[in-house]
């Protein structure tokens, strides 16, 4: 739901860090951005496999916008992971989650103000707008 919008957006790996660690029951300390890292290439992975999510996935353009040599790195510090889980996170953000009859296709927790302070997209969404 951090991908789709739900959450007030803070510094972007503290923010995944706090959801890994509610998940998995780790303290954030120990959670690297290769651990991040792994488990969005493997939500990701759920979402191309599944045609019902229409995901518009290709390996090549993946690999295209993190080139570190792309004109959208030049003028900031490139940091791999941190590319690719924002890459993972736009590939997220595009894909359906639910069918026409608004069933999940790929099961996904709601959001929860435990997890982080919910944006203003998901309390419209909470109070039916």
């Known amino acids: 739901m951090y991908a789709k919008n739900h959450y007030e957006r803070g ?3 503290t923010d ?7 998940r ?11 651990d991040i890292l792994s488990c969005l290439i493997n939500l990701v992975e ?5 045609p019902a999510t229409e ?14 040599n792309s004109w959208l790195y030049k003028t900031v510090k490139y940091d791999f992971d941190t590319v690719c889980i ?4 736009s590939i997220i953000m595009l894909t359906r989650i639910l069918n026409d009859n608004m069933e999940e296709i790929v099961p996904i927790d709601n959001p929860s103000e435990e997890v982080l302070p919910l944006s203003e997209n998901a309390n419209k969404i909470k109070e039916g707008e």
């Open 16 to 22: 995944l860090k706090r959801i890994y660690s509610l």
């Open 55 to 68: 995901c518009r996935f290709s390996l090549r353009n993946f690999l295209s916008d993190i080139d570190p």
């Open 11 to 13: 510094d972007l790996i």
């Open 46 to 50: 759920k979402f191309v496999s599944n």
């Open 24 to 34: 998995n029951a780790i303290d954030p300390e120990h959670i690297s951005k290769s």
């Open 86 to 89: 924002e890459k993972c996170l």
